[in-house]
């Protein structure tokens, strides 16, 4: 239904849609019944999305039905007409009904008697009914005339609305132009003339030969017909237009019908044709048309007992809320707009539940289609279509046009004209469902929705595909993230979008046996590869912005700009040596640190969330437009069997490189697939030396040696031995792997770290009594490791400090021996370890003190543990489950009772503590209490009882 300027008319709230061309209305049974068009609002929930979301074959078919068919008018329209919009309300409250709604505003205009500023209106609800009033019901007030009166003031270019209680004509008010003057004589007191002159006309219209063809209507509906109607059915039957305000006063026809009003809006109301001769003398209807007993009555039977059974209105079909649980994913159907991205949401309760649905409405049409005919289509109503792939969907009317009408298929997103034969009224029962079509917003693009180069990104990305969905923010219009993760990578489509706008005369494009001076290396990784800066005028370009903002923000209040809604693919301001630089949100690790990317130099970094600003939005476009001044490099002509990239290289070429502010660099070969230009570095006076270049000197430098196979057996006292395999010993010596000049075996004593160096040990519960615990590991019942549930805060906030400390803090070399604690990277995260064992080819067996894991990881990953982050006692509590025999346990109860008790708070009653030299290596014996179920206490050692005698009696 298309909708004049997004709104519905006077009456929406009772049963009656306006669209372009005035208003039409059902007919149905002898009456005629408009649709209605109340939509209630929607809650939104937010939930992380899962990464690969799957949809079952059925709708995978759709989904290539739905390719082929491109929408044929504006979805963005179809989806106003069809009223699917979303609306967020507080969780768990309910929404008062229009009803309600109208009649509170009608209360609370009762003490304004001379009218309030429709801006105030929201406050005034709130503050008296303690809730909010929509956006979209104060777009409709001026359509509410039973509700209200709205006059609109104009000041300049500003136009304002005062709301009157209804009925009343305001006064008028003066205007700065002569156009408001006269516009406001209309209803200001001198509009009488006007108005004499309109009635005038009506009555003129309602000459003998009009009042005689509505009699002739008439008497074709004993049993009543609505008031709206009329115009439609005058127009079809005698080929002339309807006169234009008899609608609005009905009692012209009195001499010919009786006019039963049913409300306050003066047409809705319903026509009876007179039973006796009518008084008028130029009206030649003499005889008498008897009407039945009850005529009224039945009536209204009729069409209570029909809207019961095929609705016609959307208001009968339920809001559509975003899934509450489980992972978030969507269909994109239509991308006309980037802030209204037409959606479907995929899962059991929303695609799968359509396909059940859809399946049924196809089996009760294949029976029903012919008692279900619609006889009189009308605008807004909702009906079932039978499409050309024999499917039938819901829809709703949106035109008619002869025995042609055009619908909007409200779980499709798409319309199509269809024969009015293939049209049937929509059962009840099909109504539970709420519409699957939706709107959201993509994070990041609002700004440039309505640039032609971001709307085709994003067609491209997203246009009829499966996304995952980061939802950000519950309004009207969601906002989302959407990732594309059908591809081994998953891929950010917002951030992906966004570089779209890139201007191509600002990026690098390096040429093959080309040499360029005054290179800057920016950042070097640890397998070797490194960022470039070259003298370009994108970098020119960028330095003159960031110096502009760095200007502007001096004279403001830089709290204004601080990110609120961080997210990945966000690009951000930070402070860096006393200068503005960009960067890219990569991982959100928490409410306080981020991991970031500078995007112009390549390093990679956490930071903490306060230290980042918003982009101010008068430089926003300049700065997403000039693409990242930073190019990967890596050096050519390596041989081959230098292999894995040692530390000991990363460091040689860190310290050779970086900071200083002149390289000279030729491109060898460009690796258009990998994104890296192979180069040959050289120090300004050593070009064109090769033998002096830096690929030279550190395939020159004693760089390379890869540390032999070495095992390391821990004895019980905590000392460790080294066995040597090979023809010569290796030991390390500040994180370098060097020869011994002996023969024999090294041996290195490497005891515990002395008791001033190690945390002290966590307290735990007496014997017998109760703490609440988190399981972060569950081998089996006879080992799994606890956290105490009250230091899990303290836990997270050490583990922020470690990130942003050792993410910003400058490698250093580490002399690394066994039973020592140092601070490792393990998956993007800082963590506290004890090194357990020296394996081959540079990497070590470390245990997590604080999550009881044993990981496997890189050398070049640790860093020396500061004595700041060694003051929390280590966390991790091994532990052993009472009331169970120890035994062998098989993978069958070891993976039940790891799904039971695995990441879940629980209540631990420890029976017994084995103390150990070291505090992580001591054990208690416990027993584990799921207290989350109300009004039951879940004892797992019971639980792992019954499911062993379970796994016997299958075996």
């Not at 709604?101 to 005034?124: F, T």
């Not at 800057?520 to 640890?526: A, W």
Request: charged share 25%.
């Amino acid at each position: 239904m298309k909708v004049d300027e997004g709104a519905w008319c006077p009456p929406c709230l009772n049963q009656q849609a306006v669209f372009a061309g005035g208003c039409q209305p059902a007919l149905l049974l002898g009456l005629v019944f408009g649709p209605w068009t109340v939509r209630s609002r929607t809650a939104w929930a937010l939930l992380r999305s899962e990464k690969r979301p799957t949809v079952s074959p059925r709708f995978q078919k759709e989904l290539h039905v739905h390719l082929s068919r491109r929408p044929s008018v504006d979805s963005n329209d179809n989806l106003n007409a069809s009223g699917v919009e979303t609306h967020t309300v507080a969780s768990g409250r309910s929404v008062p009904n229009i009803s309600e709604i109208q009649n509170r505003i009608k209360e609370i205009l009762s003490k304004y008697r001379n009218g309030v500023w429709l801006s105030k209106i929201a406050q005034v609800y709130e503050e008296t009914y303690r809730e909010e009033l929509s956006t979209t019901v104060l777009r409709q007030l001026e359509h509410w005339p039973h509700v209200c009166t709205v006059e609109k003031v104009r000041t300049g270019d500003q136009t304002y609305r005062i709301l009157y209680p209804s009925k009343r004509i305001p006064p008028a008010v003066k205007s700065n132009t002569e156009q408001d003057q006269a516009s406001q004589n209309v209803t200001s007191s001198k509009a009488g003339p006007v108005l004499k002159t309109s009635r005038e006309a009506e009555s003129a219209s309602c000459s003998s030969d009009f009042k005689q063809n509505v009699v002739n209507i008439l008497v074709k509906y004993p049993c009543g017909l609505w008031a709206d109607a009329l115009p439609k059915l005058y127009q079809d039957a005698y080929q002339r237009k309807f006169p234009e305000g008899i609608l609005n006063n009905l009692q012209l026809l009195s001499d010919v019908c009786v006019v039963d009003y049913v409300s306050n809006v003066p047409q809705k109301a319903i026509l009876y044709v007179k039973t006796q001769s009518c008084t008028d003398e130029n009206l030649n209807v003499t005889e008498k048309v008897q009407i039945p007993d009850g005529a009224k009555a039945t009536a209204e039977q009729q069409h209570e007992e029909s809207k019961e059974q095929y609705p016609e209105s959307i208001s009968s079909v339920p809001p559509l809320v975003i899934p509450s649980e489980g992972p978030v994913s969507v269909l994109v159907i239509d991308v006309n707009n980037p802030n209204e991205l037409i959606i479907r949401y995929v899962g059991k309760d929303y695609s799968g539940a359509q396909e059940q649905m859809e399946d049924k409405m196809k089996a009760y049409y294949s029976k029903n289609s012919t008692a279900s005919q619609i006889t009189f289509p009308s605008v807004g109503q909702l009906v079932a279509v039978h499409t050309e792939e024999e499917a039938w969907l819901r829809a709703q009317i949106i035109s008619v046009e002869d025995k042609r009408l055009k619908v909007y298929c409200v779980d499709h997103g798409f319309s199509e004209v269809i024969e009015s034969s293939r049209v049937c009224k929509l059962h009840k029962q099909f109504c539970s469902l709420p519409f699957q079509v939706a709107k959201c917003k993509l994070a990041g693009l609002e700004v440039f929705s309505d640039d032609p180069l971001l709307l085709k990104a994003v067609e491209l990305q997203a246009y009829h595909k499966i996304c995952a969905v980061e939802i950000l923010e519950r309004s009207d219009i969601p906002v989302f993230v959407l990732y594309d993760t059908s591809g081994e990578d998953d891929i950010n489509i917002n951030a992906t979008c966004l570089k779209a706008l890139y201007d191509k005369s600002f990026e690098l494009n390096l040429q093959v046996d080309t040499l360029y001076t005054n290179v800057r290396v920016t950042s070097i990784l640890s397998d070797g590869n490194m960022y470039c800066q070259l003298p370009s005028e994108g970098l020119s370009k960028l330095s003159e912005v960031l110096q502009k903002i760095e200007y502007y923000l001096l004279h403001q209040e830089t709290s204004e700009f601080n990110v609120s809604q961080p997210y990945c693919g966000k690009i951000c301001l930070f402070l860096c040596k006393g200068k503005w630089t960009r960067v890219e949100i990569t991982i959100i690790h928490s409410r306080r640190a981020l991991g970031v990317r500078f995007i112009d130099t390549g390093r990679v970094a956490y930071v903490k969330v306060t230290d980042l600003r918003e982009i101010p939005s008068q430089f926003l476009r300049e700065v997403i437009k000039i693409p990242p001044q930073a190019i990967k490099c890596c050096l050519a002509d390596l041989p081959p069997d230098t292999g894995m990239w040692t530390p000991e290289a990363v460091l040689w070429l860190r310290d050779n490189v970086m900071d200083y502010a002149e390289f000279s660099m030729q491109v060898v070969k460009q690796d258009g697939s990998k994104g890296i230009a192979h180069i040959y570095l050289f120090a300004p006076e050593d070009f064109p030396n090769m033998d002096r270049s830096i690929n030279r000197r550190i395939i020159n430098a004693d760089l390379w040696k890869h540390q032999k196979d070495v095992f390391l057996s821990v004895t019980p006292t905590g000392s460790s031995s080294t066995k040597v395999t090979g023809d010569a010993a290796l030991h390390l010596n500040q994180g370098r792997l060097e020869k011994s000049d002996s023969l024999e075996p090294a041996v290195e004593s490497r005891g515990v770290e002395s008791a001033t160096d190690v945390p002290p040990p966590l307290p735990l519960s007496e014997v017998g009594g109760f703490m609440d615990v988190y399981v972060s590991v569950a081998c089996h019942p006879g080992h799994f490791i606890v956290q105490p549930w009250k230091e899990i805060h303290n836990l997270e906030a050490l583990m922020e400090e470690m990130i942003l400390y050792y993410s910003m803090a400058e490698e250093r070399p580490v002399n690394i021996g066994t039973n020592k604690l140092y601070a490792a990277k393990i998956e993007n995260r800082w963590y506290r370890v004890i090194v357990k064992g020296i394996l081959r080819k540079g990497f070590l067996s470390v245990y997590v003190l604080d999550y009881g894991k044993h990981e496997v990881i890189s050398i070049d990953k640790v860093q020396p543990l500061l004595d700041k982050f060694r003051k929390l006692p280590f966390q991790a509590i091994k532990a052993e489950l009472a009331g169970v025999k120890s035994q062998q346990w098989s993978e069958e109860a070891s993976i039940i009772f790891r799904n039971r008790v695995e990441k879940k708070p629980l209540v631990a009653q420890i029976q017994a503590i084995n103390e150990s030299t070291n505090s992580w290596d001591r054990k208690v014996v416990t027993y584990l209490v799921d207290t989350s179920i109300p009004d039951t206490d879940v004892w797992i050692h019971d639980f792992v009882c019954q499911s062993l005698a379970e796994l016997s009696e299958a075996d």
